[in-house]
């Protein structure tokens, strides 16, 4: 008789404030088999906080593709394995659709732990439209492809939600006030860590606010999308 398969599970982990972890994702981090994790260092310091002392592996960007023959195997065997980024839910924006697809094609089940994440945190306070938005993620580095794809996004109807990274946001606030107008933006940095901080105006007034500023911390940018309001579109 062929050995059950295991579970595929995608954890979500705090974005910052580390008491935002889940019951069932500590229960979960600790039954399980084997961890893949973003960064096996800032892993291990979360779980022996929390006394879990689940193997670890690293899974990332760059090993990703070399990675997933022996975690398949692994879960082929009957093995259980977690997913875990270094903060919010696993595959926004970061590696792990592939194995998850794979995992799906071979019949192992794959379960979601959902949890903290940064663009539903960052949506929640921006008091812009939530029914219906459009998430980008971080935009091209190189000028012209960045341009081009503002561009397009200034066409569209719903919030937009962006990643940027704290050496960008001056430029990135100076590229929306030029293609985009005086529509509303919200930075939201370092949420919910100690020195969170939520800024809402147009990309001027923000410019305004951030000048002189060294910013530093992870970035989420909600941007209204374009209405039918007759100027600053």
């Keep these: 008789m062929s050995r059950e398969k295991g579970t595929l599970y995608i954890v979500a982990m705090p974005i910052g404030n580390s ?33 879990i002392d689940t193997p670890l592996i690293s899974f990332f960007e760059h090993n990703e593709a070399r990675r ?14 977690a997913v875990i980024s270094d903060a919010g839910t696993p595959l926004i924006s970061d590696p792990g659709y592939q194995l998850v ?8 089940k794959v379960v979601p732990v ?3 994440s940064a663009v539903m945190a960052a949506l929640s306070v921006a008091g812009l439209p939530t029914d219906r938005f459009l998430f980008i993620g971080f935009l091209p580095k190189k000028p012209g492809k960045r341009r081009k794809e503002l561009e397009q996004l200034a066409e569209v109807p719903h919030t937009l939600v962006l990643y940027e990274s704290p050496y960008r946001l001056v430029k990135t606030l100076q590229e929306l006030g030029d293609i985009f107008g005086s529509r509303t933006v919200v930075v939201c940095r370092e949420l919910t860590k ?3 901080e939520i800024l809402r105006g ?10 002189n500023r060294k910013i530093r911390g992870e970035i989420t940018l909600i941007v209204e999308g374009k209405g039918k309001r007759k100027s600053g579109n």
């Design 101 to 108: 697809k794979a995992a799906q094609e071979q019949g192992i």
């Design 202 to 211: 147009t990309p001027d007034e923000l410019l305004g606010e951030l000048a």
């Design 19 to 51: 008491g935002d972890i889940s019951l069932r994702a500590l229960e979960v981090l600790k039954d399980v088999d084997l961890i893949a994790a973003e960064d096996t260092r800032v892993a291990g310091r979360f779980l022996k906080s929390h006394g």
């Design 194 to 196: 100690p020195y969170e």
């Design 68 to 81: 997933m023959e022996g975690l398949l195997k692994r879960l082929e065997g009957g093995e259980s394995v």
């Design 114 to 116: 959902p949890g903290p």
